[in-house]
């Protein structure tokens, strides 16, 4: 895998709140190569917990569903950005980096459960962008959130906030990547630094 690899994970509340693509425009304008964007669930992953709610089908049901949220918000970020490429696979992700392309990834339901990715809510796209990041030896991890972000906060502390899932310090523990969670509004921002 090349150096300087970058997965970019784009929270879910971004396209609730209609920032998504000035986003990832900015995003686009600083990261040109060597990219991998990751989609949330978003409203999409919102309707699969209320299905469970009133259904109460089993978590790896919702595990399964909850995927193909990413997976709509992954097609809902393409439309915007052509220029990437979609990508299901681990292998399809390498193969699409090695020619020189972005990468949206749409993950596919039997790799994360051939690995052992847990199919839990306490899994959420935060630890699957980590588990995808450690897969790919990237450099850094950007996760990019609505949420305000304390300054001096570790991984550990943005869990107990609620800002990532409860999952993420797991995931990240003996990652060799450097973590960046940011706030959506001063990534748009002019004065944003992108290291």
């Known amino acids: 895998m090349k150096a300087g690899l970058r997965v970019i994970k784009f ?9 998504l ?3 990832m425009d900015k995003a686009a304008a600083f990261y040109r190569e060597g990219c991998v964007w990751v989609p949330g669930g ?8 209320q299905a469970q709610q009133r259904w109460h089908f089993d978590d790896i049901t919702a595990h399964a569903m909850a995927l193909l949220a990413m997976r709509q918000m992954a097609l809902l970020m393409h439309s915007m ?7 299901e696979s681990i ?7 090695d020619l020189g392309k972005s990468v949206i990834w749409s993950p596919d339901v039997n790799e ?22 450690v897969r790919l030896g990237a450099d850094e991890l950007i996760l990019i959130k609505s949420a305000e ?3 001096a906060a570790d991984v550990n502390k943005l869990a107990e906030l609620g800002i990532v899932d409860r999952a993420f310090p797991g995931f990240t523990k003996k990652a060799r990547f450097k973590i960046r969670v940011v706030n959506k509004e ?10």
């Not at 292998?91 to 980096?97: E, F, G, P, Y």
């Not at 051939?114 to 990041?133: C, F, K, N, R």
Request: charged share 20%; net charge positive; proline share 4%.
């Open 186 to 195: 001063k990534l748009i921002s002019p004065k944003f630094l992108r290291k």
């Open 91 to 97: 292998a399809d992700t390498v193969r699409q980096l």
């Open 149 to 151: 972000i304390p300054q």
């Open 81 to 87: 950005h052509r220029d990437c490429v979609l990508a």
């Open 11 to 19: 929270g879910g509340s971004l396209e609730c709140s209609g920032t």
């Open 21 to 23: 693509k000035s986003c």
């Open 112 to 133: 994360l459960n051939q690995a052992g990715v847990p199919a839990s809510w306490e899994v959420t796209s935060d630890s699957l962008a980590a588990w995808l990041a």
């Open 42 to 49: 978003g409203d999409f992953a919102e309707q699969v917990r």
